[in-house]
């Protein structure tokens, strides 16, 4: 929401004030998402920097998805889902090998970890983050909320992708 009345004041011209007391205005930091200190205005410039290196990953993960989808399933015409399929694969591969990579050597450093990590592999797949949480919690040996995340995922998407087709259906149906 600050964002875009940021947006929004920008278009009309104008600039956000600090507020006097008893002026009326809303406080500066409601109409400017910088902040008023330099403490806020660094803090808002480093999300926004997080923002746009995720963004960056996630425009080619979800083009990579596309491309690489399209190309799969021009290989082996079937009813068995390929492309979707060597897309879940490989990008929960990418999230292993990476994970992996950052622990050994790149410590603490997240731009790169915002780009391949949370962008490219969230956009190319979310199954790669859901294979991760359940790699995750066999080495944590929770071996009971392995089974519960794996096997409620997977059903109550399902159900969840029904229902939403269902709603879906109907409303295509409204003149």
Avoid: K
Wanted: aromatic residues 14%; charged residues 10%.
């Amino acid at each position: 929401y600050a964002g875009i009345t940021r947006i929004r004041w920008i278009a009309v011209g104008r600039r956000a004030r600090p507020s006097q007391p008893g002026s009326g205005r809303a406080p500066v930091h409601s109409l400017w998402p910088f902040g008023t200190t330099a403490t806020d205005r660094l803090g808002s410039i480093i999300a926004n920097v997080r923002t746009l290196l995720i963004s960056i990953g996630a425009v080619a993960g979800a083009n990579a998805r596309y491309w690489v989808g399209i190309w799969v399933a021009s290989l082996t015409p079937s009813v068995f889902p390929w492309g979707t399929f060597a897309i879940n694969v490989s990008g929960s591969a990418l999230l292993g090998a990476f994970v992996a990579f950052e622990a050994a050597r790149l410590g603490s450093w997240s731009a790169p970890r915002l780009i391949i990590a949370v962008g490219f592999c969230g956009a190319f797949t979310t199954f790669s983050t859901f294979s991760f949480d359940l790699f995750s919690l066999l080495q944590q040996r929770s071996f009971f909320y392995f089974s519960l995340y794996a096997v409620a995922s997977v059903l109550i998407g399902l159900l969840a992708l029904a229902g939403g087709y269902q709603i879906g259906s109907l409303m295509a149906r409204i003149p």
